[in-house]
């Protein structure tokens, strides 16, 4: 499928980024290179993920890094992801990937340095196009401004630009395998 044009909706972009995500660089190009870039970065805490499908895997950061890491947790349809400790008993999500149990202790935004931010697709000005449930989103918009917002991605698929609407909170930083990147936005 070739890239969609600018005019294209998000669908779309999703559609493609779909069909992109074989042969997918190896994870531990990214893990080099956010621990390469990690002393630098802000303090706090480093909010991850626990890898879906193609998803960059980074559990061997949390491994080699000297940081406090915590771990999102997704709520029902329409509520906040919340962040909890890396290491708090898990549970299954509905979805079929792991989690911190709701009853663990909630690490709160002002704790938080760095968010590393799974996507399909980003765009060179920080726009991210998550699966489409918004949950991303509405937890990044409650993060103090200074936080580094960092989008995982295969650098084939980091494009010019992608559709943008008003509750899109774009990211500081792109990690791809060839390293981690400042965004200049234009927002």
């Known amino acids: 499928m070739t890239r969609p044009r600018l005019s294209a909706t998000k669908a779309d972009w999703r559609h493609w980024a779909g069909d992109q995500r074989h042969d997918l660089p190896s994870d531990a190009a990214f893990v080099s290179h956010i621990l390469n870039w990690l002393p630098n970065a802000r303090s706090g805490v480093v909010v991850t993920y626990l890898a879906?499908?193609?998803?960059?895997?980074?559990?061997?950061?949390?491994?080699?890094?000297?940081?406090?890491?915590?771990?999102?947790?997704?709520?029902?349809?329409?509520?906040?992801?919340?962040?909890?400790?890396?290491?708090?008993?898990?549970?299954?999500?509905?979805?079929?990937?792991?989690?911190?149990v709701a009853e663990s202790d909630q690490i709160p935004p002002t704790d938080i340095g760095v968010?590393?931010?799974p996507g399909l697709v980003f765009d060179e000005r920080g726009g991210r196009l998550g699966r489409g449930a918004g949950y991303y989103d509405r937890f990044l918009?409650?993060?103090?401004?200074?936080v580094c917002l960092v989008g995982i991605v295969p650098e084939e698929l980091v494009v010019t630009q992608l559709p943008?609407?008003?509750?899109?909170?774009?990211?500081?930083?792109?990690?791809?395998?060839?390293?981690?990147?400042?965004?200049?936005?234009?927002?």
């Open 52 to 100: 879906m499908g193609d998803e960059v895997d980074l559990a061997g950061l949390v491994c080699e890094s000297d940081r406090r890491f915590g771990l999102t947790r997704t709520p029902p349809p329409g509520g906040l992801l919340t962040v909890h400790e890396y290491d708090a008993a898990r549970d299954r999500h509905r979805f079929g990937f792991d989690q911190p």
């Open 115 to 117: 968010a590393l931010v």
């Open 141 to 146: 918009a409650t993060l103090p401004e200074q």
């Open 164 to 187: 943008e609407e008003p509750h899109d909170v774009a990211m500081t930083h792109l990690a791809t395998e060839t390293g981690v990147r400042s965004i200049q936005t234009l927002h």
